[in-house]
């Protein structure tokens, strides 16, 4: 009988051990899955618009994204520097609400000064931003996505390829859905006070005129989202144009058959062009439908954000 108890309780000890050898063997099994899919998503690989599979971290903290800084605002993040020109003088005054306290970087991104930000995460605007064996010597510093193979106009999709980077894809989608809600509501109400009218944006900087074209920038919004109606002198320059704004002389600019004008001055009151009888005798002038802003406001930028703040001037003027 006694030899019978002690096998049993031998036998019992011994199942009592395999069974917790087992379950940590498990639980080490479970560890190591359960790391692995931390790390996996911890690191992305996306491939960004000139090929380059990129590891992105799923939650980076210091984001460096030059003249993206809309895109980033909009969808929540404070980068760790901001686009500037002039050492820092010249900067995106219209996001500065958001980015009063963030350091700026010269808009030619260079290397040690990007890398005294330690950043996690490089976002480019265009394949021209890492030209030559500029990509190569950024990627040493962090993670680099070319966002745009070119210089692109479209916000939107810009705004998606950086919410997507950034693991933001709802917030993109909702920033959209409000943007597009806050155009509509806008274009009814100036379709009540200004059916049927025509407006045009011009730019005055250094002495020199400059009108935005139909599809982009400014032009986009005025058109594509306010409906407001497009000028033959606007659509006769945007077939040709090669940029956001076009250069126009005082005598084009006399031919405008425009309802409204706004214009973004960087020159100031004093300029000579105000004292020019063409200036006078442009029709929008002539009946007071002239709207000024300053190079400080949005109206030479484009992005959700730059584009809402468009929408309220509008707005302002056209439904008083």
């Known amino acids: 009988m006694f030899n ?25 099994d479970s560890d190591k899955n359960t790391d692995k899919d931390t790390e996996e998503v911890k690191n992305r690989t996306l491939t960004d618009a000139m090929g380059h599979e990129v590891t992105v971290p799923a939650e980076p ?15 929540g993040v404070k980068p760790a520097a901001q686009w500037s020109i002039q050492d820092g003088a010249g900067v995106q005054d219209y996001l500065q609400e958001s980015l009063k306290d963030v350091p700026t970087v010269d808009s030619e991104l260079p290397y040690e000064a990007v890398a005294s930000f330690k950043p996690d995460l490089l976002l480019m605007t265009s394949a021209a931003a890492v030209e030559g064996a500029k990509y190569e010597q ?9 966002v745009s193979e070119e210089n692109n106009n479209d916000w939107r999709k810009r705004l ?35 059916e049927g009218e025509s407006a045009a944006a011009i730019w005055l900087v250094g002495g020199q005129l400059f009108i935005v074209g139909e599809n982009v920038s400014s032009g986009a919004v005025l058109y594509g989202d306010l409906g407001l109606a497009v000028p033959e002198v606007v659509k006769e320059i945007s077939k040709t144009a090669t940029g956001n704004w076009s250069s126009i ?25 105000f004292k020019d009888s063409l200036w006078s005798n442009i029709p929008a002038v002539k009946n007071g439908n002239i709207y000024e802003y300053g190079p400080e406001t949005s109206w030479l930028y484009s992005g959700s954000i730059a584009n809402t703040q468009i929408i309220d001037d509008v707005v302002e003027s056209l439904t008083k």
């Open 249 to 273: 002389s005082l005598e084009k600019l006399a031919e405008l058959d425009a309802d409204h004008l706004f214009l973004i001055n960087s020159d100031g009151e004093a300029s000579e062009t």
């Open 61 to 75: 903290k210091a984001v460096i994204g030059s003249y993206l800084e809309d895109e980033l605002v909009a969808l």
């Open 160 to 194: 998606e390829t950086v919410g997507e980077v950034l693991g933001k894809e709802d917030e993109a989608t909702k920033v959209l859905a409000d943007y597009d809600k806050k155009a509509e509501e806008a274009k009814a109400s100036i379709q009540e006070s200004a």
């Open 4 to 28: 019978k108890t002690v096998k049993s309780l031998l036998f019992a000890s011994l199942l009592l051990v395999f069974t917790i050898l087992a379950a940590c063997g498990n639980e080490s």
């Open 138 to 146: 950024y990627t040493n510093i962090a993670p680099t996505y070319v």
